[in-house]
């Protein structure tokens, strides 16, 4: 974002509304193999990935939970006070890309 108040306000709700936030009950929930789950966890072993709205623009953030060996990892001796959760931010999508969708070629 070229602007730097947008990128202030979308970094602010991506920290209050990717865990419990307002649009918590908007959120949809699939795995790599885009099978839907409900719930906070589903799919067994899978990871489980959110696409939540935020209330920022219309922009839709696609995350998951940090997994404890994710957090393991991001703990060293310069940060040994990482935070006990966190979400890994995939993807963060323009409402507009809903209606930019392209057909596949024929072959």
Known sequence: MPDLGDRDEMAAALRTELMNGPNSRSEYRFDSDVQAWS????????????????????????????????????????????????????????????FNRTLPRPV
């Open 39 to 98: 719930g906070r966890i589903g799919g067994g072993d899978r990871v489980v990935y959110t696409a939540t709205p935020l209330s920022f623009g219309g922009y839709t953030a696609v995350h998951r939970l940090l997994s404890e060996e994710d957090l393991r990892r991001l703990r060293t001796e310069e940060r040994p006070s990482t935070a006990g959760q966190g979400v890994y931010v995939i993807d963060i999508l323009p409402a507009e890309s809903a």
